[in-house]
């Protein structure tokens, strides 16, 4: 298994961080702004897998906010997403992967209704089912798996005195009152 720990964003205008002493650190690009605080980063690789057979691909930063509060230590937790690629046999035929059309942005406000259509969409026709998971961390460098956060609670936890939070398994849609 191969790791590439360090892929650069190739997307916004490049921030040159002010070097101390000892580094030299070279511009890098700092995404681009969507809605509010919110950015959309693209990071591109070219990755030549060994053959057919199922892959996960990984992505992680420690950059989640701090006031965070369905899990503990959310300011030095990494967040992490993960998708699996299955390459079928080339006799079997091609496959191609999923697309969400929709920016995952996540704008809720107390006491109202809030939703999000992830717009997903399968260039193949094949069936999309949608689940609500707990939200996960992973951090090899600190040899930590990728695993639920730790105290993650879902919002509708009776803790927090909210309303239901549910998915539409068949479209994706998220409804939370």
């Known amino acids: 298994i191969d790791n590439l720990l ?3 964003r190739i997307n916004g205008n490049a921030s040159t961080v002010i070097p101390t002493d000892c ?16 950015k959309r980063n693209i990071y591109t690789v070219t990755y ?4 057919p057979g199922c892959y996960d691909v990984r992505y992680f930063d420690v ?17 992490y997403v993960e998708t699996r690629i299955c390459i079928p046999n080339p006799i079997v035929g091609t496959n191609s992967t999923p ?34 998971r707990p939200s996960f961390q992973y951090e ?9 956060t730790n105290g993650y609670r879902f919002p509708d936890d009776p ?17 939370w009152d």
Not at 25 to 38: A, D, L, Q, R
């Open 6 to 8: 360090s892929i650069p």
């Open 23 to 38: 580094d030299l650190t070279p511009p890098v690009n700092v995404g681009e702004p969507i809605y509010g605080t919110v």
């Open 63 to 79: 950059a989640r906010r701090e006031d965070v509060l369905n899990m503990d230590n959310p300011g030095g937790t990494a967040f």
């Open 140 to 148: 090899p460098e600190a040899s930590i798996p990728p695993s639920p």
């Open 99 to 132: 697309v969400m059309l929709n920016d995952p942005l996540d704008e809720a406000c107390t006491g109202k209704l809030w939703t999000h259509n992830p717009g997903g969409f399968d260039p193949d026709g094949d069936s999309l089912a949608y689940e609500l």
């Open 159 to 175: 803790i927090f005195d909210s309303g239901p939070i549910e998915i539409d398994p068949l479209t994706g849609v998220i409804t």
């Open 48 to 51: 030549t897998f060994p053959g």
